[in-house]
Protein backbone atom coordinates (compact mmCIF):
# COMPACT_ATOMS: atom_id res chain seq x y z
CA UNK A 1 0.00 0.00 0.00
CA UNK A 2 1.36 3.82 -0.36
CA UNK A 3 1.76 5.84 2.29
CA UNK A 4 1.76 9.34 0.55
CA UNK A 5 -0.85 9.66 -2.56
CA UNK A 6 -1.12 12.69 -5.13
CA UNK A 7 -4.96 13.43 -6.05
CA UNK A 8 -5.06 15.58 -8.72
CA UNK A 9 -8.93 17.08 -8.93
CA UNK A 10 -10.76 18.87 -11.19
CA UNK A 11 -13.88 20.44 -9.50
CA UNK A 12 -15.65 19.94 -12.77
CA UNK A 13 -15.01 16.15 -12.86
CA UNK A 14 -16.55 13.17 -10.91
CA UNK A 15 -14.00 11.77 -8.84
CA UNK A 16 -15.80 9.02 -7.91
CA UNK A 17 -13.70 6.33 -9.54
CA UNK A 18 -10.15 7.80 -9.01
CA UNK A 19 -11.73 8.06 -4.87
CA UNK A 20 -12.50 3.84 -5.25
CA UNK A 21 -8.99 3.44 -6.75
CA UNK A 22 -7.68 5.86 -4.08
CA UNK A 23 -9.19 3.64 -1.09
CA UNK A 24 -7.58 0.47 -2.52
CA UNK A 25 -4.27 2.19 -2.70
CA UNK A 26 -4.59 2.94 0.77
CA UNK A 27 -3.39 1.40 4.02
CA UNK A 28 -3.19 2.15 7.73
CA UNK A 29 -1.11 5.62 7.78
CA UNK A 30 -1.93 6.54 4.21
CA UNK A 31 -1.92 10.70 3.94
CA UNK A 32 -4.09 11.55 0.57
CA UNK A 33 -3.01 14.99 -0.81
CA UNK A 34 -5.93 16.48 -2.50
CA UNK A 35 -4.59 19.52 -4.78
CA UNK A 36 -6.49 21.57 -7.09
CA UNK A 37 -5.00 24.20 -9.57
CA UNK A 38 -6.63 27.86 -10.04
CA UNK A 39 -6.16 28.65 -13.42
CA UNK A 40 -5.04 32.06 -14.70
CA UNK A 41 -7.57 32.11 -16.38
CA UNK A 42 -9.96 31.78 -13.91
CA UNK A 43 -8.43 33.72 -11.54
CA UNK A 44 -8.22 36.98 -14.16
CA UNK A 45 -11.89 36.65 -14.74
CA UNK A 46 -13.06 36.55 -11.25
CA UNK A 47 -10.94 39.33 -9.87
CA UNK A 48 -12.26 41.04 -13.55
CA UNK A 49 -15.49 40.43 -11.64
CA UNK A 50 -15.02 41.31 -8.47
CA UNK A 51 -14.19 38.09 -6.57
CA UNK A 52 -10.86 38.43 -4.88
CA UNK A 53 -8.67 35.40 -5.42
CA UNK A 54 -9.15 34.24 -1.87
CA UNK A 55 -12.84 34.25 -2.41
CA UNK A 56 -12.34 31.86 -5.62
CA UNK A 57 -9.87 29.43 -3.32
CA UNK A 58 -12.77 29.44 -1.09
CA UNK A 59 -15.39 28.44 -3.24
CA UNK A 60 -12.83 25.74 -4.68
CA UNK A 61 -12.27 24.38 -1.45
CA UNK A 62 -16.47 23.82 -1.05
CA UNK A 63 -16.62 22.05 -4.24
CA UNK A 64 -13.87 19.91 -3.18
CA UNK A 65 -16.18 18.75 -0.10
CA UNK A 66 -18.04 15.80 -1.81
CA UNK A 67 -14.04 14.65 -2.29
CA UNK A 68 -12.98 14.93 1.49
CA UNK A 69 -15.89 13.25 2.33
CA UNK A 70 -15.46 10.02 0.24
CA UNK A 71 -11.94 10.80 1.62
CA UNK A 72 -13.23 9.89 5.59
CA UNK A 73 -15.79 7.56 4.55
CA UNK A 74 -13.12 5.50 3.60
CA UNK A 75 -11.27 6.47 6.63
CA UNK A 76 -7.94 7.86 5.29
CA UNK A 77 -6.67 10.76 6.18
CA UNK A 78 -6.15 13.55 3.94
CA UNK A 79 -4.95 17.38 3.46
CA UNK A 80 -5.75 20.06 0.63
CA UNK A 81 -3.90 22.21 -1.15
CA UNK A 82 -5.41 24.70 -3.54
CA UNK A 83 -2.36 26.67 -5.79
CA UNK A 84 -2.74 28.83 -8.87
CA UNK A 85 -0.83 28.41 -12.05
CA UNK A 86 -1.10 25.81 -14.81
CA UNK A 87 -2.96 22.23 -13.60
CA UNK A 88 -0.30 20.37 -15.31
CA UNK A 89 2.86 22.16 -13.79
CA UNK A 90 1.72 22.48 -10.55
CA UNK A 91 1.16 18.22 -10.54
CA UNK A 92 4.15 17.81 -12.02
CA UNK A 93 5.25 19.98 -9.27
CA UNK A 94 4.33 18.33 -6.66
CA UNK A 95 4.45 14.61 -8.13
CA UNK A 96 8.19 15.19 -8.49
CA UNK A 97 9.03 16.77 -5.46
CA UNK A 98 9.48 13.41 -3.22
CA UNK A 99 7.03 13.72 -0.94
CA UNK A 100 4.75 11.08 -3.16
CA UNK A 101 4.56 7.38 -3.94
CA UNK A 102 2.04 7.96 -6.43
CA UNK A 103 -0.38 10.25 -8.35
CA UNK A 104 -4.02 9.24 -9.18
CA UNK A 105 -6.15 11.28 -11.45
CA UNK A 106 -9.57 11.13 -13.33
CA UNK A 107 -9.61 11.16 -17.18
CA UNK A 108 -11.77 14.34 -18.48
CA UNK A 109 -11.56 13.23 -21.93
CA UNK A 110 -11.98 9.46 -21.35
CA UNK A 111 -15.77 10.64 -19.67
CA UNK A 112 -16.51 13.11 -22.00
CA UNK A 113 -15.46 10.46 -24.84
CA UNK A 114 -13.26 12.46 -26.72
CA UNK A 115 -11.36 10.64 -29.64
CA UNK A 116 -8.32 11.03 -27.61
CA UNK A 117 -7.55 8.72 -24.80
CA UNK A 118 -6.22 11.23 -22.61
CA UNK A 119 -6.52 14.28 -22.08
CA UNK A 120 -3.61 17.08 -22.03
CA UNK A 121 -2.91 17.05 -18.23
CA UNK A 122 -3.06 13.15 -17.78
CA UNK A 123 -0.64 13.35 -20.30
CA UNK A 124 1.73 15.36 -19.63
CA UNK A 125 1.87 14.06 -15.84
CA UNK A 126 2.16 10.51 -17.10
CA UNK A 127 4.75 11.37 -19.66
CA UNK A 128 6.76 13.18 -17.35
CA UNK A 129 6.37 12.43 -13.32
CA UNK A 130 9.41 10.31 -11.53
CA UNK A 131 6.79 8.26 -9.67
CA UNK A 132 3.81 5.94 -10.90
CA UNK A 133 0.31 7.64 -12.19
CA UNK A 134 -2.73 6.08 -12.18
CA UNK A 135 -5.17 7.10 -14.73
CA UNK A 136 -8.82 6.60 -13.38
CA UNK A 137 -11.55 6.46 -16.58
Do not use: C, W
Not at 14 to 30: I, P, R, Y
Not at 81 to 110: M, P, T
Request: no cysteine; glycine share 6%; charged share 30%.
Amino acid sequence: MYKNILLGVDTQLKNEKALKEVSKLAGEGTVVTILNSISEQDAQASIKSGVHIDALTERRSKALEPTRKALEDYGIDYQEIIVRGNAKEKLLKQANSGKYDIVVLSNRKAEDKKKFVLGSVSHKVAKRAHIPVLIVK
